[in-house]
């Protein structure tokens, strides 16, 4: 059963993405956590966050801006693989405590980085690569963390969602390839990735058909109360293990 649900969300989390161009790991995350278990879900979204973002670069390939893409990249690709390295070291307590408090402060510092107009310069690109680059690889997802700092780069519409998405998309294989070096991603963890990454490349093709009739507002409070439940869950199970 919560495979099926795991597929009911997988496309819509794609049709939604596919427009504001983040969302997708963050509502996914409740369903893959309760699924296959806080850390086993993060090499799973890993690779399902790979899937997606290919098809995102495909759709906007000829507005990706190389310049932003390599200040963000260089530095975050190394960035993340010592924050997956940490991650994994931790004990399985600890990791849920973090994991579930990063949920809960996403929450209000997302609605923050929305109204806040930022204006980025080079370096301050990327400073940001390696700081939300080792945060991804310490936890699921930071994509709207991600889409506010290439915004205050300057990128805007077709040049923000595929530049963000390709460096998303560097971030995320270099993720998943540590987690397969040391031993954390058995060919069950891929094959689960892979699947769930095509329930994304479905709800993206669908979207792009189809206008999504989701307010701005009900989208928004819908991404808080799954940061929500997520973060709490998490608190839950590692309060009463």
């Not at 507005?63 to 963000?72: E, H, P, S, T, V």
């Not at 530095?75 to 070291?89: D, E, F, K």
């Not at 609605?111 to 370096?123: E, F, V």
Request: glycine letters at 12%; proline letters at 5%; charged letters at 10%.
């Amino acid at each position: 059963m919560m495979y099926g649900v795991i597929i009911v969300i997988g496309v819509l989390a794609g049709m939604i993405s596919g427009i504001v161009g983040t969302g997708s790991s963050i509502m996914l995350l409740p369903a893959l956590a309760y699924t296959f278990g806080p850390k086993t879900a993060i090499p799973v979204m890993a690779v399902a966050a790979i899937v997606g973002n290919i098809s995102r670069v495909i759709l906007w390939r000829k507005d990706i801006n190389l310049k932003a893409f390599f200040l963000y990249a260089v530095p975050g690709i190394p960035a993340a693989i010592l924050g997956a390295n940490t991650l994994w070291a931790l004990p399985a307590t600890l990791s849920n405590l973090l994991i579930g408090l990063f949920f809960l402060l996403l929450i209000p510092l997302r609605h923050w980085a929305r109204k806040k107009t930022l204006s980025l310069s080079d370096g301050q690109l990327a400073l940001s690569g390696a700081l939300v680059g080792f945060l991804t690889g310490v936890v699921f997802s930071t994509g709207p963390l991600t889409i506010p700092v290439f915004a205050g780069y300057g990128l805007a519409k077709g040049a923000l969602l595929s530049t963000e998405a390709a460096a998303s998309f560097a971030i995320y294989l270099a993720k998943a390839s540590t987690f397969r070096a040391i031993g954390a991603m058995p060919g069950s963890v891929l094959l689960s990735g892979l699947l769930v990454g095509l329930t994304l490349v479905a709800g993206m093709m669908i979207g792009k058909k189809f206008v999504v009739k989701m307010s701005d507002k009900t989208f928004h409070r819908f991404v808080d109360g799954m940061l929500m439940l997520a973060g709490l869950s998490l608190f839950w199970d590692a309060v009463n293990p």
